[in-house]
């Protein structure tokens, strides 16, 4: 018996999809020595600790194993001396053996810089007296 239904709510399985996508486009970017950078790393992590939280509320045995993930993905944090997460894990003090609805939190949507040429792009602004080839 699967324990997750055949079909996703509206919009839920296209955006897994894409996820899933730009993981494999980020893997082949960046799979060599050298090409990561602090802020580059510390993106990454965010969207797989989003991604944890997302998952946490497929089934109450995904949100078992999305805190040892989200506990996992602090430690690197910590270890690569990036700064804490908006949602810190479940602490060790935690007592496992009782059994309790496990409720994800809702992640915080921080503002983000605007990246790539999305809808309204209006093109680039050239200062007065420079050409479009930079001389």
């Keep these: 018996m699967n324990p997750l239904p055949a079909t996703a709510a509206p919009g839920v399985a296209e955006r897994a999809e894409v ?3 730009a993981a494999c486009e980020l893997y082949d970017a960046a799979s060599s020595p050298g090409s990561w950078s602090a802020a580059a790393v510390e993106d990454a992590v965010e969207a797989m600790e989003t991604t944890a939280l997302a998952l ?3 089934h ?4 078992t194993a999305m805190r040892a993930i989200g506990q996992q993905l602090a430690q690197l944090r910590e270890r690569l001396g990036l700064p804490p997460g908006e949602h810190p894990p479940a602490g060790p003090d935690e007592d ?3 059994e309790q609805p496990v ?3 809702t992640p915080i949507r921080r503002p983000r810089q605007r990246r790539g040429l999305g809808p309204g792009y ?5 200062p007065p007296g420079r050409t479009a080839s930079g001389r």
């Excluded at 109450?60 to 949100?63: G, L, M, T």
């Excluded at 209006?122 to 050239?126: A, D, M, N, P, T």
């Design 103 to 105: 409720e994800p939190p």
């Design 122 to 126: 209006q093109g680039l602004r050239i």
């Design 96 to 98: 496992e053996h009782q």
């Design 19 to 21: 996820l899933a996508d």
């Design 56 to 58: 946490a509320a497929a």
């Design 60 to 63: 109450p045995d995904a949100a």
